[in-house]
């Protein structure tokens, strides 16, 4: 018999749309996959409903009944009658309430089986601050920055004047967000606290990161668990006309808005060193199932790479990077969707074969 994988998207954040799109791919995908797909739709406001899967691939509106969870129960009661028991669920909602622990936590809960990272990892790896300082403490390049929390923006004026010693240009970013929401690159001091301002419109905390000018941003997958994770090839994201660097537009907006080089046309060595850091980065912030691993690297000296950021959820639609870098590798979304329920699976039993008693 087919296992039933709920695929949860929607979900809160400002990547609301993107998540949606993601569903639609891991749906079709796990159904090639031999796979039964049961749609979760995460309204902005409201109950989780259960939409029929013709609607969401074919982009009508996202109706249908309403899921009451059963905590520790394993399955979901419909508004109207009847249960719901996946199998497993396959979280895809990007961004904050989805990416960051939250809905790991409910999860947890309800003590199903769900792919992707954990708790820990999840909360982890949403926080660009966290991350990128357990990545330093295993010895992973990274570059220097300056924290602005929301209790000091009325006072910021040090640390603005800290951060422009950095030297220009800056990266100014939300520090929980992704898919570069609220991302600015900054080239003069005017410009610096407005772009702090629109930050912290999206997060009470805005990371301010020396930049490196031009740097050739490279891409690559990790897949696995603590047990045997892997990296996928390198890819170097080309931004393309106006776009200085790989912002939400040229992600999202603009088809044009960026080249893929597939794979990133780098030296072997300095490819090999993305790869093991990308797979040192993910063990060493407890990931599990997948990830993106973004790196900066020296346009000047391919030999200066920096850690940049990890995506523990990162996108799955038809362009998105993550498949398309695994397909270059040589494992096609249905296989890497297949090995990301079996890694849940096993994670499950693993889990259920701890005690909780003391005695």
Not at 7 to 30: D, N, R
Not at 52 to 73: C, M, N, Q, V, Y
Not at 148 to 168: D, E, N, S, V, Y
Not at 249 to 277: F, I, T, W
């Amino acid at each position: 018999m087919k296992k039933k994988i709920a695929v949860i998207f929607g979900g809160k954040s400002p990547e609301h749309e993107v998540s949606i799109e993601s569903a639609k791919t891991v749906c079709a995908k796990l159904e090639k996959a031999g796979f039964t797909a049961l749609p979760f739709y995460a309204p902005r406001a409201g109950a989780w409903r259960l939409v029929k899967l013709p609607d969401l691939i074919a982009g009508r509106r996202l109706a249908g009944p309403e899921l009451e969870p059963s905590l520790g129960g394993g399955f979901f009661m419909k508004k109207g009658g009847g249960r719901v028991k996946p199998d497993a669920l396959f979280p895809i909602i990007h961004g904050s309430t989805g990416e960051d622990g939250a809905l790991q936590g409910f999860l947890e809960l309800l003590g199903l089986p769900y792919t992707g990272c954990g708790v820990t990892a999840s909360a982890v790896g949403m926080d660009k601050i966290i991350s990128k300082e357990l990545a330093a403490l295993d010895g992973v390049p990274v570059l220097p920055h300056v924290v602005i929390r929301a209790h000091q923006k009325a006072a910021m004026a040090p640390l603005l004047k800290q951060a422009m010693k950095l030297g220009f240009p800056l990266f100014v970013k939300p520090v929980a967000q992704g898919s570069s929401v609220g991302v600015a690159k900054v080239k003069t001091p005017a410009a610096l606290r407005p772009a702090v301002l629109n930050a912290f419109r999206f997060d009470n905390a805005v990371m301010i990161e020396k930049g490196v000018d031009r740097a050739r941003e490279i891409v690559c997958g990790a897949l696995g668990s603590p047990a045997g994770a892997r990296a996928s090839v390198c890819g170097e994201v080309v931004p393309q006309g106006k776009h200085e660097f790989y912002d939400y537009e040229a992600k999202y907006l603009d088809d044009n808005g960026m080249e893929l080089r597939l794979p990133a046309p780098l030296p072997a060595a300095v490819a090999g060193r993305l790869r093991d850091l990308t797979v040192k980065i993910f063990l060493a912030l407890g990931g599990s199932g997948m990830a993106r691993v973004d790196f900066f690297v020296d346009p000047k000296n391919v030999n200066k790479v920096y850690f940049c950021e990890i995506n523990t959820l990162p996108g799955f639609t038809s362009h998105s990077l993550y498949p398309r870098l695994w397909e270059k590798t040589g494992l096609k979304p249905e296989r890497v969707l297949k090995e990301l329920v079996a890694i849940a699976l096993r994670a499950a039993a693993e889990k259920r074969r701890l005690t909780t008693a003391r005695k």
